[in-house]
């Protein structure tokens, strides 16, 4: 079984999503979480067989699609990709375990487990068509979920979120042609592995071209600034589980596609591009916190610190070493946790009083102490607390990237100050200060569904913020080889200087050969 | 002893969580009981860790584990028991614990009570880790994790705005700080390649004076948020809307004092540094005449406490910056003892005063309060520096130093400010204690504070008293690491003119004290007396504008400009640039559907159009094709 | 003068040009058939006489072609002809809007 664990990771939740239809309206909710638990039961399993050790794919599968072109189903993973694998069957889990009551549930359920599919598919695959058709599926769940079940807006928020997303993707689609047609030139065989893809040495102006054609399904994924917009609107209009999965997992796609196509692939545009993209995550972090501040919804709050976020993990990513990569896959993780947390917390506010509006709220903390506690503690990792699991990844990520601008590092540091202003500002005015709307007098606190989803994920942010060592080790061999690959493949003298030579054997064939 | 350390670090932690435990259940003295009694089993093993550090000179390292390990970084969790550390855990855990027992009868009626102390432990065990830390990211825990508390207490009492604007506050600007320090460690760990103590300090020499330099500062500013130093000054006083108690245990004896402790336990890195430190001196001295100013005329005793401490605290840095690492040590410990009297003793008298503030209504009340009256007394002489109190061993050694380090300016600063301290300490005395029972008009009723909480004051009354006695075995203590230079003005008639006409001038400061603030004509100021008027009052109840001038120049403006970001920059140019792509597509379709109109001859009419345009392209590339050598030669003559 | 290439040509020309504005002019169907036959017979001619020209005779069987699928076009289109006029009592192209966009 675990030769094909991959792969039943993938398919076993869209199978049983298909079982699903024929499920009773009654039982339905128990069949999905029972899949759900037995899908993250795998995917621990999968943690546990993983070897810390080697750096480079595990579990690996091959099966021959389109043998012609090199298109073949290839799947595996690496601590790169491992610990996002968990976190996807993780909040997948807790997601429809703590499900309110919604309507129509059972295709609520249903899409819910289709989306899992997609999600695992795109964060295993190692072919770039795999990996493409996953990447555009993902779209379609979300697409229903939030059109279907979102606020008055959906339909215009779902469409934006699908062409936006779609159109970036097919630039992107574009340069992995390209990208096979380079591997046919150059080797006399077509190939879409990405593995392959390793091995080859592309000219500095293809390079470019190249990253940039990907950057751009990457970046309006993740989103960066300016292509961000999309992401208050679905955020804004998703009902809150469709929010949970977007910021915990969707977003994630976009900066682990950087690491998994743009670094190694083209090290010397990156190089090229780090300042640049540097200087945007920069004004993703720092701009859209000053918008985040000026919000009046709570969770417009939240979903703009989500792009501020994803602003130091572009910028850990592109700091090009091993410090700011692993720093940012954890601040991945972290991330995921934190902001999924604070949408399921805001949708706790929301159930009761179906407003977001903070100033609808005031002195909460004394009407709904759990509540208030937990939002606190999610805040205060939001912020960046040390021994919190999202300092971890920040201080990773500035750390790294100070080996390569000090300046830079300072003004993207600003992010810890202009963090703490939206989000104490924002707690100040939901919880702070006296009861004074009639309605919030005698809200109740947090329930026992409730406390299903949120216990387990504050355990984690304090757990994995006191010892993040289960995840930095397998993060930290495979992101070594990278960023060795990376220097030995790079042609520019200035991409050799930015990318620090480890000094250690990759498994691979020489680069040479490729060519 | 590792267990002693062990338990010294822990205790505080677990006191907090057992009284959060019962944070959602109404107050319970057990919530309150059990933390105090872990502090004073805390207070007890640094006890024993001073014992053995001072009798064999050893020291305790301990690494518990590791926190963040990846690449050719490696943080662990690292203790460290030297000299310095030790010293600050005794503080640390002696005026906690005093506090803490003082708190169950302060808190008494106060509904968050088992809160109050499970943030309040949660805070001890944040300065532990700060102090005893053997790394910087360790520091940077507790650097953080005492910010944090210092927002949970500060804003304990949610329900009033001004205390949860306060907290927000001093939350804010201690992040900014933080940042500089943090970027301070990150230049550490690029040019040592880590970020423990020893080796950080070890490789410092080798770097050059420009590094050394950057890193100084920025850790300074780290320095200068979380103890206040201007211009991150103003959250300090701020922060006086949170219970006394807090502000006797972090805003006066030790949160404050981590910016100080920072820049002792860098002594190696500011010794390579001299420029530094000389500015640091010099802010020192600044903030310690700038806040002694405010001080002078402030209606709200807690603030000109506050102010106090800022002033203080300066000194603590003129020692620090001027190399005097031991006496920055030990003025902060000395400062620790009598501050956190004096905080107290003014929680005894809001106590019996039912929360009010204000000097100028109360008077006389020495009658009722006696034993308030002769600790705070006590502790305002000691803090003036009055022989043989501890003020007297540490200021006056401040002092000495400055002189002794050619720094005349810094000398006379400090002098002047020692007479204002003097001043403003006893003006605030007088106001309370004695003079016209003022208060009766008010309808007040003063009571003395719970016996448990004066017994629970007196051992910093003793420390306050006697610590001074403490200087020779203390320095010998702390120079097995710290440099140690002896601060003595050689010429004998210099040393008593300076140490007599210092004692003289203080005294007749509190002399001047007494008799303004004593007078029968003392009444609650309204705004029409001449002094109110006078610019210079003004200036100085105001804080110089400083906060108008942040809350103008900062705050206001931030705010405008996220709005402005929103509004304008986000959804009118951003947004809808992609709304408009997509608009163009839909208005594309919208207009061009008019050409389907089903007639049969308009599509004909455009079948012909199209067949034109297409046969001319044919022609013009057909034309450019052939001519193509001409084109290239007439181009070129263009220019082009 | 000898008639040459040029002159079949320009006769071409002129026949599709009066094809094209009677296609893109006429509102009767039936004209409209018309109008297409001379812009068909316009290339004929020019087919056939460049295939002369260069004495190539596949120019001169496509004209048949031409001719063949354009009989076969006029029957078909006639007989709708006749269904619509059956139906509407009009041939005028205005009225025939179905596929309206």
């Known amino acids: 079984m675990l030769d094909n664990i991959l792969s039943i990771l993938i398919f076993f939740p869209a199978l049983a999503a298909v079982l699903g239809f024929i499920v009773n309206k009654e039982s339905i909710r128990a069949y999905g979480v029972v899949v759900a638990i037995i899908e993250f039961s795998l995917a621990l399993l999968l943690w546990f067989f993983f070897d810390n050790n080697v750096s480079g794919m595990q579990f690996m599968e091959t099966i021959a699609l389109v043998p012609t072109f090199g298109i073949n189903y290839i799947v595996g993973v690496d601590g790169i990709s491992l610990f996002i694998v968990i976190l996807a069957a993780f909040f997948t889990m807790i997601g429809i375990a703590s499900l309110g009551d919604t309507k129509d549930i059972k295709n609520m359920i249903i899409t819910l487990l289709f989306l899992q599919m997609t999600m695992v598919g795109v964060f295993v695959a190692l072919d770039a068509i795999v990996f493409y058709v996953f990447w555009e599926l993902s779209l379609v769940p979300m697409l229903y979920i939030i059109g279907a079940w979102g606020g008055p807006l959906r339909i215009y928020a779902s469409v934006k979120f699908f062409l936006y997303t779609f159109t970036g993707s097919l630039v992107m689609l574009v340069g992995m042609l390209f990208m096979a047609y380079f591997y046919y030139q150059a080797t006399g065989q077509w190939s879409f592995a990405i593995l392959d893809w390793y091995r080859l040495i592309l000219p500095e102006s293809f390079q470019l071209w190249l990253f940039v054609a990907f950057f751009f399904g990457f970046a309006i994924k993740v989103p960066m600034f300016p292509f961000h917009t999309w992401l208050p609107y679905a955020h804004g209009q998703a009902p809150t589980i469709g929010s949970v999965i977007l910021a915990a997992i969707l977003l994630k796609m976009g900066t682990y596609a950087f690491i998994r196509f743009s670094l190694p692939l083209f090290p010397d545009a990156s190089t090229y591009f780090m300042f640049p993209i540097a200087i945007l995550a920069i004004i993703m972090i720092i701009y859209t916190a000053m918008v985040a501040y000026a919000q009046k919804d709570i969770k417009q709050v939240v979903a703009y610190s989500s792009v501020?976020?994803?602003?130091?993990?572009?910028?850990?990513?592109?700091?090009?070493?091993?410090?700011?990569?692993?720093?940012?896959?954890?601040?991945?993780?972290?991330?995921?946790?934190?902001?999924?947390?604070?949408f399921f917390l805001v949708g706790v506010i929301y159930d009761r009083r179906h407003t977001k509006m903070m100033d609808q709220f005031g002195g909460l903390a004394s009407v709904m102490p759990k509540f208030a506690t937990i939002f606190g503690i999610m805040m205060m990792a939001s912020v960046g607390l040390p021994l919190t699991i999202n300092f971890v990844g920040e201080f990773l990520s500035l750390l790294g990237f100070y080996q390569q601008s000090h300046i830079l590092t300072l003004l993207a540091g600003m992010a810890i100050i202009v963090g703490a202003i939206y989000m104490l500002s924002a707690y100040k005015k939901m919880f702070f200060g006296e009861v004074t709307i009639e309605e919030n007098k005698n809200l109740p606190d947090v329930n026992k569904r409730e406390l299903i989803a949120l216990v387990p994920l504050v355990i984690i942010t304090i757990w994995l913020g006191i010892y993040p060592k289960p995840l930095l080790g397998p993060i930290n061999t495979s992101v070594e080889a990278v960023v060795q690959l990376m220097h030995e493949k790079s042609i520019t003298e200035e991409a050799k200087q930015r990318i620090p030579n480890l000094d250690i054997l990759i498994n691979r064939t020489s680069a040479k050969e490729a060519n | 002893m590792e267990l002693f350390l062990y338990t010294a670090l822990f205790a505080p932690l677990v006191g907090s969580l057992f009284a959060a435990?019962?944070?959602?259940?109404?107050?319970?003295?057990?919530?309150?009981?059990?933390?105090?009694?872990?502090?004073?089993?805390?207070?007890?093993?640094?006890?024993?860790?001073?014992?053995?550090?001072?009798?064999?000179?050893?020291?305790v390292h301990v690494e518990m584990m590791t926190w963040m390990a990846t690449g050719d970084l490696y943080i662990p969790f690292g203790f460290i028991v030297d000299q310095v550390s030790v010293t600050m855990m005794m503080v640390v855990t002696l005026v906690s614990t005093v506090v803490h027992v003082y708190a169950i009868g302060y808190m008494n009626h106060d509904k968050g009570f088992n809160r109050f102390f499970a943030w309040l432990s949660a805070f001890v065990f944040s300065m532990m880790v700060l102090v005893m830390s053997d790394n910087f990211a360790g520091l940077f825990i507790g650097w953080e994790g005492v910010g944090?508390?210092?927002?949970?207490?500060?804003?304990?009492?949610?329900?009033?705005?001004?205390?949860?604007?306060?907290?927000?506050?001093?939350?804010?600007?201690?992040?900014?700080?933080?940042?500089?320090?943090?970027?301070?460690?990150?230049?550490?760990?690029?040019?040592?390649?880590?970020?423990?103590?020893?080796?950080?300090?070890?490789?410092?020499?080798?770097?050059?004076?420009?590094?050394?330099?950057?890193?100084?500062?920025?850790?300074?500013?780290?320095?200068?948020?979380?103890?206040?130093?201007?211009?991150?000054?103003t959250w300090l006083a701020d922060a006086m809307e949170g219970p006394t108690p807090v502000s006797a245990l972090i805003h006066a004896a030790t949160m404050?004092?981590?910016?100080?402790?920072?820049?002792?336990?860098?002594?190696?890195?500011?010794?390579?540094?001299?420029?530094?430190?000389?500015?640091?001196?010099?802010?020192?001295?600044?903030?310690?005449?700038?806040?002694?100013?405010?001080?002078?005329?402030?209606?709200?005793?807690?603030?000109?406490?506050?102010?106090?401490?800022?002033?203080?605290?300066?000194y603590m840095f003129v020692a620090a910056g001027l190399g005097a690492y031991w006496v920055a040590l030990f003025h902060l410990m000395a400062h620790a003892f009598f501050k956190a009297l004096l905080f107290l003793g003014a929680g005894n008298v809001m106590h019996a005063m039912d929360s009010e503030l204000d000097p100028f209504k109360m008077g006389g009340l020495g009658k009722t309060m006696?034993?308030?009256?002769?600790?705070?007394?006590?502790?305002?002489?000691?803090?003036?520096?009055?022989?043989?109190?501890?003020?007297?061993?540490?200021?006056?050694?401040?002092?000495?130093?400055?002189?002794?380090?050619?720094?005349?300016?810094?000398?006379?600063?400090?002098?002047?400010?020692?007479?204002?301290?003097?001043?403003?300490?006893?003006?605030?005395?007088?106001?309370?204690?004695?003079?016209?029972?003022?208060?009766?008009?008010?309808?007040?009723?003063?009571?003395?504070?719970?016996?448990?909480?004066?017994?629970?004051m007196s051992p910093l009354l003793f420390l306050a008293v006697i610590a001074g006695s403490f200087k020779m075995t203390y320095f010998e203590m702390v120079t097995y690491i710290l440099p140690a230079t002896e601060y003595h003005v050689h010429n004998p008639a210099i040393y008593w003119i300076m140490t007599i006409g210092t004692q003289i001038f203080v005294i007749i400061s509190i002399y001047y004290a007494y008799k303004i603030y004593m007078s029968r004509d003392i009444k609650v100021p309204d705004g029409t007396s001449k002094m109110e008027k006078s610019f210079a009052y003004k200036l100085l109840i105001n804080q110089y504008y400083i906060p108008y001038f942040y809350e103008e120049c900062f705050v206001k403006p931030y705010r405008e400009l996220s709005t402005l970001c929103w509004t304008k920059i986000d959804q009118k140019i951003v947004d809808a640039s992609v709304d408009g792509i997509a608009k163009a597509f839909y208005a594309t379709g919208e207009n061009t559907r008019a050409m389907q109109s089903g007639n049969l001859s308009t599509m004909l009419k455009w079948m012909v159009a199209g067949t034109v345009a297409l046969l001319s392209l044919a022609v013009v590339f057909g034309l450019a094709a052939r001519y193509s050598g001409e084109i290239k030669v007439i181009l070129s003559g263009l220019g082009v | 003068m000898e008639i040459g290439l040029n002159h079949y040509l320009v006769l071409s020309t002129i026949l599709f040009s009066i094809g094209?504005?009677?296609?893109?002019?006429?509102?009767?169907?039936?004209?409209?058939?018309?109008?297409?036959?001379?812009?068909?017979?316009?290339?004929?001619?020019?087919?056939?006489?460049?295939?002369?020209?260069?004495?190539?005779?596949?120019?001169?069987?496509?004209?048949?072609?031409?001719?063949?699928?354009?009989?076969?076009?006029?029957?078909?289109?006639?007989?709708?002809?006749?269904?619509?006029?059956?139906?509407?009592?009009?041939?005028?192209?205005?009225?025939?809007?179905?596929?309206?966009?």
Not at chain 1, 313 to 342: C, D, P
Not at chain 2, 262 to 283: D, K, M, Q, T
Not at chain 3, 52 to 74: C, K, N, P, R, W
Request: aromatic share 12%; proline share 2%; with cysteine.
């Open chain 2, 21 to 59: 435990l019962f944070g959602a259940s109404p107050r319970t003295k057990i919530a309150g009981i059990v933390p105090s009694i872990l502090l004073g089993v805390s207070l007890i093993s640094s006890t024993v860790l001073l014992v053995l550090v001072l009798i064999t000179g050893h020291t």
């Open chain 2, 370 to 456: 006696k034993g308030t009256m002769i600790m705070m007394t006590l502790a305002s002489v000691a803090l003036a520096g009055i022989y043989p109190l501890a003020g007297f061993f540490s200021k006056d050694l401040i002092l000495e130093v400055a002189m002794i380090e050619h720094h005349y300016i810094i000398y006379s600063v400090l002098l002047f400010t020692a007479g204002l301290t003097a001043f403003y300490s006893f003006r605030i005395v007088a106001l309370i204690f004695h003079g016209e029972e003022r208060y009766k008009l008010f309808g007040f009723h003063p009571h003395e504070a719970y016996k448990f909480m004066l017994v629970a």
């Open chain 1, 308 to 342: 501020s976020h994803m602003g130091v993990i572009i910028l850990g990513t592109f700091a090009l070493n091993v410090e700011g990569i692993s720093g940012s896959i954890f601040l991945m993780i972290a991330h995921g946790v934190v902001s999924g947390a604070l």
């Open chain 3, 20 to 101: 094209l504005v009677g296609v893109m002019r006429r509102k009767n169907l039936l004209m409209l058939f018309f109008a297409t036959e001379i812009l068909l017979n316009s290339v004929n001619i020019s087919f056939a006489a460049i295939s002369h020209y260069y004495g190539d005779l596949t120019g001169q069987m496509f004209a048949f072609f031409v001719i063949a699928i354009a009989a076969s076009e006029v029957a078909v289109g006639l007989g709708l002809l006749i269904v619509w006029h059956k139906k509407h009592n009009s041939i005028d192209l205005d009225t025939m809007s179905m596929m309206r966009g």
């Open chain 2, 148 to 233: 944090l508390c210092s927002w949970g207490l500060i804003g304990f009492w949610y329900h009033k705005e001004s205390a949860t604007w306060a907290a927000n506050e001093a939350f804010i600007m201690n992040r900014i700080a933080d940042l500089g320090m943090l970027i301070g460690i990150f230049l550490i760990y690029w040019n040592t390649g880590t970020l423990q103590y020893d080796g950080a300090f070890a490789a410092m020499p080798a770097l050059t004076p420009e590094t050394l330099t950057w890193i100084g500062i920025f850790l300074f500013i780290g320095a200068m948020g979380k103890s206040a130093q201007f211009p991150l000054h």
């Open chain 2, 256 to 314: 404050v004092t981590a910016g100080v402790y920072l820049v002792v336990r860098s002594n190696e890195l500011y010794s390579l540094i001299p420029h530094v430190g000389l500015f640091i001196a010099s802010l020192g001295a600044f903030v310690a005449i700038f806040a002694a100013s405010m001080a002078l005329v402030n209606r709200d005793i807690k603030r000109v406490i506050a102010y106090s401490t800022l002033s203080q605290l300066g």
